[in-house]
């Protein structure tokens, strides 16, 4: 069993059912029919939500435990959701396949991971394809509220203007509030989000 497993297999939603707020900020950005990829989707609480808003989600998730939590959940809202189990070091993120990019706390991953899984992204958006992004800085570590405890997994407003460059950035903004995401996420969080379009 994975870490992952593991971590998912408890009681109920490690990260809660409600979706990432940052996400639902970026509401008037979707619209029906839009394609979407829900990255690292974990029990499905931001898949489920964007299917919600009428997209055509695909939900990628490494975690068999996890992907099971989230069909349920597709279930209880009615709602229909393709989920793919898949290590993301190892997955065809194909070309220009998504009107939308959902990347919430895809953190998990080491710099040389993060750069392979941010160019599967950019290749994978559609033109005028829209990435929305939120992660934690550096100094969350002081937090502990959330996300691993490497400092180098973490975004800086630098890195993600150098990683993302050659996108139309529409939004980037750091900034310290209070998530409540189940008891994976809860507290005081040192947060960056950005909304970029290629």
């Given amino acids: 069993m994975s870490m992952w497993d593991e971590r998912f297999a408890q009681e109920g939603y490690l990260f809660g059912t409600e979706p990432n707020e940052f996400l639902v900020t970026q509401q008037h950005l979707l619209k029906p029919g839009m394609s979407c990829l829900a990255v690292a989707d974990g029990e499905g609480r931001n898949g489920v939500w964007l299917a919600q808003q ?90 502990k509220t959330g996300g691993p405890p490497h400092a180098e997994n973490m975004y800086t407003e630098t890195l993600l203007r150098n990683a993302f460059g050659d996108m139309e950035i529409l939004h980037l903004r750091e900034h310290d509030d209070h998530i409540s995401e189940g008891t994976g996420h809860s507290g005081m969080s040192a947060l960056i989000d950005m909304v970029a379009r290629k």
């Fill in 54 to 143: 009428g997209l055509q989600v695909l939900s990628v998730e490494a975690s068999a435990v996890a992907l099971a939590k989230a069909q349920k959940l597709a279930q209880q809202r009615g709602v229909t959701v393709t989920f793919e189990q898949a290590d993301l070091a190892e997955w065809q993120w194909g070309e220009s396949r998504f009107d939308v990019v959902a990347a919430i706390f895809i953190q998990f991953a080491p710099p040389a991971l993060r750069e392979q899984m941010f160019a599967g992204i950019k290749r994978s958006l559609k033109p005028g394809g829209l990435l929305l992004l939120q992660g934690y800085t550096p100094r969350q570590l002081e937090y």
